[in-house]
């Protein structure tokens, strides 16, 4: 074809062409090509190239991609050209060069590989001389799966950066620039039946803010794993063990291998109305420490006289039990099943001293619904809390009849002491007889509107710790409303708004702002428009965000994006989706062509 001309628009409102001086459609490879090409939008030339080849069914093919552009505050304009290499059926790569203003050229590139017992995939990043911190800085990651066979698996997950601020410096999304650990891990599994086992290698890489830093992790060299589980033994009983070898490793803080066992059986008593579930337990812990290195701080920062080799048995016994009630209730008008379901859930574990063993992994667990009804009060393996305790809750839920959909969800609960712990870590044990009051509720209320509030409240101290009220107005696709406020005791007070709204035909805007009332600042501010016909759609979106203590960057994504074609800028859906909860992508819906009728 001469002087071809392409697009999905409808008949008389043909926004946007691709045209070519010369095209050719060739039905035995399923190949297009076009010479002299260009995309005209509005009448107004966008992107010019003098040879184009394109697969006219889904398949890859090689050849550059769309260009994207857009500008940050960190790297200034931006401009990609990415080309991708379809090497095989099974192997890929794209390479993308990157051009920034502020920068310089960055070189960029991702292979990828698939086979049938193994896949994975390299990224590299090298720029070798930026303009602003006059260095060479780079970046890889290599991720890895592979299936042995006979229930053998393995993976790799292998990351680097050249130095602190790289993501901070040239990244454009707070998912990147947040990123403070980076790992270093190979793993070995093992699974079959009851049995599962796993051989990890756990190092870090440890990106510091200045104003803010963290202290390292242990690494892990090695980490052994071995766990059973199996349900219904002797016919009556669930029985299950994990055991636990690890050699943990640091520079600057105490060192020493730890193997952990806990087997334990449970007996579950079931029927329509409740449950009753006794179960009993013992924990086990060896510790052999670096003799040249227990005058070292722990994880916590804490120095004390460790002993170099340590053990601790703890029996642990829980009785879990609930029941259900139901009866036929009215919510807003509609038929539904009301519940009403207590449950008490008593733990016992005996004290023993256990300030002389390290703190390798371990913290202070959050205290929620979920931690409220676990048998230790601290995560990891170095503490186990004694407990004389027993945990009181109560849920009503509202279920539609019809369809078992939950529309409505209250539950409370509080943790009584019979005895005060005496186990601590880093603060205090409490020493009073009961724990903090938790209360929630949230569902669906209408088919338009949902909530969701949490409170924790201290009724030893009458103080409110902490709470969060959350609403979702969404009456149709497109239509969204969220509000959302976080407080907690002394230390965080937030607002956070987001959404997407319809404000005149084919337009909406979106946004978000997320503001700390207890600092006065923003902390991170996103606003959108987007324009939609029938066959295009225009996005700009601007985010501004913290990377660092005292840091902040922006950035400006513009996308054109052209129905049944590509599009053109950058991307600004996963900062979309990833801001505002629930949002929905608008898609312009252009008429599909048969090239058979040309």
Same mark, same amino acid.
């Given at each position: 074809m001469d002087d071809a001309s392409y697009t999905t628009c409808g008949v008389g409102k043909e926004d946007w062409w691709v045209r070519a001086n010369e095209m050719e459609i060739n039905r035995t490879t399923n190949v297009g090509v076009g010479r002299h090409a260009w995309i005209e939008f509005k009448g107004v030339p966008l992107l010019y190239t003098p040879y184009i080849s394109f697969p006219l069914k889904k398949q890859r093919?090689?050849?550059?991609?769309?260009?994207?552009?857009?500008?940050?505050? !960190?790297?200034g304009a931006e401009f990609t050209l990415p080309y991708y290499w379809n090497i095989a059926p099974n192997y890929d790569a794209t390479l993308t060069p990157r051009i920034m203003s502020k920068r310089g050229i960055q070189l960029g590139g991702e292979f990828r590989y698939l086979q049938p017992n193994y896949s994975g995939e390299l990224q590299a990043e090298w720029l070798p001389n930026d303009n602003v911190t006059k260095s060479t800085r780079s970046a890889y990651r290599l991720k890895h799966g592979q299936n042995f066979?006979?229930?053998?698996?393995?993976?790799?997950?292998?990351?680097?950066? %050249?130095?602190?601020? @790289?993501?901070?410096?040239? %990244?454009?999304?707070?998912?990147?620039? %947040?990123?403070?650990?980076?790992?270093? =891990?190979?793993?070995? !599994? @093992?699974?079959?039946?009851p049995w599962s086992a796993g051989l990890k290698i756990q190092r870090y890489q440890i990106l510091q803010d200045p104003i803010n830093p963290i202290v390292p992790? @242990?690494?892990?060299?090695?980490?052994?794993?071995?766990?059973?589980?199996?349900? !219904?033994?002797?016919g009556w009983a669930d029985a299950r063990a994990a055991a636990e070898f690890v050699d943990f490793d640091h520079g600057g803080k105490v060192r020493g291998k730890r193997f952990t066992l806990h087997p334990s059986l449970s007996v579950p008593f079931t029927r329509a109305y409740g449950y009753l579930t006794p179960k009993l337990g013992l924990h086990y812990t060896q510790y052999n420490l670096d003799q040249q290195s227990t005058a070292l701080p722990d994880a916590t920062g804490t120095l004390r006289n460790y002993n170099v080799s340590a053990n601790r048995t703890l029996p642990i016994f829980s009785l879990d039990?609930?029941?259900?009630?139901?009866?036929?209730?009215?919510?807003?008008?509609?038929?539904?099943?009301?519940?009403?379901?207590?449950?008490? @859930?008593?733990?016992?574990?005996?004290?023993?001293?256990?300030?002389?063993?390290?703190?390798?992994?371990?913290? =202070?667990?959050?205290? !929620?619904?979920?931690?409220?009804?676990?048998?230790?009060?601290?995560?990891?393996?170095?503490?186990?809390?004694?407990?004389?305790?027993?945990?009181?809750?109560?849920?009503?839920?509202?279920? =539609?009849?019809?369809?078992?959909q939950e529309r409505l969800r209250a539950t409370v609960a509080q943790r009584y002491f019979f005895r005060a712990p005496r186990v601590a870590l880093t603060s205090a044990a409490p020493t009073d007889k009961i724990s903090d009051f938790l209360a929630s509720i949230g569902g669906q209320i209408t088919p338009a509107w949902s909530a969701d509030a949490a409170w924790q409240y201290d009724p030893n101290t009458s103080h409110t710790e902490r709470y969060n009220v959350g609403a979702r107005y969404n009456p149709a696709s497109g239509k969204l409303a969220n509000l959302t406020y976080r407080f907690n005791r002394n230390t965080l007070r937030q607002v956070d708004l987001s959404g997407q709204w319809p404000v005149a035909p084919r337009w909406q805007v979106m946004g978000r702002w997320n503001y700390s009332i207890q600092d006065k600042k923003t902390l991170e501010t996103l606003g959108g428009i987007e324009y939609l016909e029938g066959c295009w759609a225009v996005r700009v979106v601007a985010h501004r965000f913290q990377t660092a203590t005292q840091k902040t960057t922006n950035a400006l994504f513009l996308q054109l994006e052209l129905s049944g074609l590509s599009s053109l800028g950058t991307n600004p859906l996963n900062v979309l989706k990833q801001n505002i909860g629930g949002f929905t992508q608008s898609k312009p819906h252009g008429e599909d062509l048969n090239l058979d009728e040309f």
């Open positions: 093919k090689s050849g550059f991609l769309t260009p994207s552009f857009g500008t940050t505050g !960190n790297s066979g006979a229930g053998f698996t393995g993976n790799l997950d292998l990351q680097k950066v %050249s130095d602190n601020d @790289y993501f901070r410096d040239l %990244s454009s999304l707070v998912a990147v620039t %947040s990123q403070t650990t980076l790992p270093r =891990e190979g793993a070995l !599994n @093992y699974g079959s039946g992790p @242990y690494e892990r060299a090695p980490q052994f794993t071995a766990a059973y589980n199996k349900l !219904n033994v002797f039990s609930g029941l259900a009630f139901e009866r036929q209730a009215n919510l807003f008008g509609q038929a539904l099943t009301q519940t009403l379901e207590p449950r008490l @859930y008593y733990l016992y574990v005996p004290y023993k001293d256990q300030s002389r063993m390290p703190i390798f992994d371990s913290g =202070e667990a959050d205290f !929620n619904f979920a931690q409220i009804f676990s048998e230790n009060r601290f995560a990891g393996g170095d503490r186990i809390s004694d407990a004389n305790q027993a945990t009181l809750a109560l849920t009503s839920r509202f279920i =539609e009849a019809e369809t078992g």
